[in-house]
């Protein structure tokens, strides 16, 4: 038996609806739906989205609690209309995009797609995968799904009511995601010849599926089951395990991160790390998660927002201040040092030489970084590691998203990875 109630099935209809939207690439194209869907308002007890690139469309139906149902919704588009056909058009303008989008959700509903996912056993499939000792998500979709029941008396429990369900196409890979949004982890599948296979998925601390809605990336991977990697199409798996294809520029950028990286080991002995500029923050909650940062400098022995990206201004080292309201400080000279190094990165543009060494777009490069102890430097894209060196930059393949405030634990998969490989 598959991971599914009816796999075979499942997989016939969601490849059908994905080459429906060829023609809305690049995407990345999302289509979702949920009933009895919680928010921090209340419940919406229909909800649905569509997406395709920065278009979208999103609706919520309210009927339970209400006097009067009522509809919520919007929604933004592109299109190519001169002005005076835009004002002849009035209010009757729609999206070509977002009209396709919600035709091809309406098929999914009604060809069932929330049943042929659903089994009898309460959850989504027959071994739900553990992670770091969390029940997957839909395990605790069941048990709020088992309270609504008896708000509802709803005894029909096969359709996963209260699960977020999403088919997403991005990076050149068709994904089927399923979250909870209430507490529940978002636990991400592919699929291939052989069915479907767990790929990773979102904690619910850092990253809601409900609410990417309009943003891109639309997924993230707070854990990847690696082993599965090789299962992907080549551009899902260039993401996960990417490859140096400009030597010269690979070299380049592992001369300059090993050279930031024994400068500060003549410091301390201590793991640390740098992180570029315009990375993605992840510092545990939903709103950082997903904001664009500035430079920053991480280690255990930097005092609080000592380690945000400064310079010299006219010589001078300007202060800093630990916490609102407290008085400004001068910097150790152990920030002031990586301050230095990062510097140096900033002004090299190694985001830049990055992108151009693995041939991927500077646009979505997202969360890169430098990560270091005694022993081990390594280089951190997203979910991709390279061992550095000085003068090449080795590729490790696929790892959980780098966390640099605990920077042993994101080091540890890493070394192992080196030991591994000899």
Request: glycine share 10%; charged share 25%; net charge negative.
């Amino acid at each position: 038996m598959g991971r599914f109630r009816q796999e075979i099935p499942l997989i016939r209809l969601l490849d059908e609806v994905a080459d429906g939207l060829a023609n809305l690439e690049p995407g990345p194209i999302l289509l979702a739906e949920c009933p009895n869907k919680f928010n921090d308002a209340g419940d919406d007890d229909l909800w649905y989205a569509v997406q395709a690139g920065f278009e979208y469309w999103e609706q919520s139906h309210f009927f339970q609690y209400e006097d009067k149902p009522r509809v919520e919704e919007h929604s933004t588009f592109c299109h190519t209309l001169d002005p005076q056909t835009l004002k002849n058009r009035g209010g009757t303008v729609t999206g070509d995009s977002i009209a396709q989008l919600r035709t091809s959700l309406r098929h999914l509903e009604t060809n069932n797609w929330r049943s042929l996912i659903g089994n009898e056993r309460k959850y989504g499939y027959d071994d739900p995968p553990v992670h770091n000792g969390l029940i997957a998500l839909v395990v605790e979709g069941w048990r709020s799904l088992t309270d609504r029941e008896r708000m509802y008396g709803n005894d029909d429990i096969s359709d996963l009511g209260g699960v977020i369900i999403a088919l997403v196409i991005e990076r050149g890979q068709r994904w089927l995601v399923l979250q909870h949004p209430n507490g529940g982890d978002a636990e991400i599948f592919a699929w291939d010849d052989d069915g479907f296979f767990h790929i990773g998925g979102m904690l619910y601390e850092s990253a809601r599926v409900d609410e990417r809605i309009g943003e891109r990336p639309i997924l993230s991977f707070d854990w990847v089951e690696k082993e599965y990697v090789p299962r992907l199409g080549l551009e899902a798996q260039a993401f996960f395990s990417p490859t140096v294809r400009d030597k010269a520029a690979g070299s380049e950028l592992a001369g300059l991160l090993w050279r930031a990286v024994c400068a500060i080991r003549e410091m301390t002995v201590e793991p640390f790390g740098l992180l570029s500029e315009g990375s993605l923050r992840s510092y545990g909650s939903k709103i950082s998660r997903w904001g664009w940062g500035s430079a920053e400098a991480f280690s255990p022995l930097l005092r609080p927002r000592e380690g945000e990206f400064r310079r010299k201004n006219d010589g001078v080292w300007p202060k800093y201040v630990a916490e609102s309201g407290s008085e400004p400080e001068e910097m150790s000279d152990f920030a002031k040092a990586m301050q230095v190094q990062l510097g140096l990165l900033e002004d090299a543009r190694w985001r830049e030489i990055f992108a151009s060494a693995c041939g991927e777009n500077l646009r979505d490069l997202g969360r890169l970084g430098l990560i270091a102890d005694t022993e081990t430097a390594a280089l951190v894209r997203g979910n991709a590691a390279f061992e550095v060196l000085p003068d090449a930059l080795v590729p490790l393949g696929a790892f959980d998203y780098p966390t640099f405030l605990q920077l042993d634990e994101t080091l540890e998969p890493i070394r192992e990875a080196i030991r591994q490989r000899g």
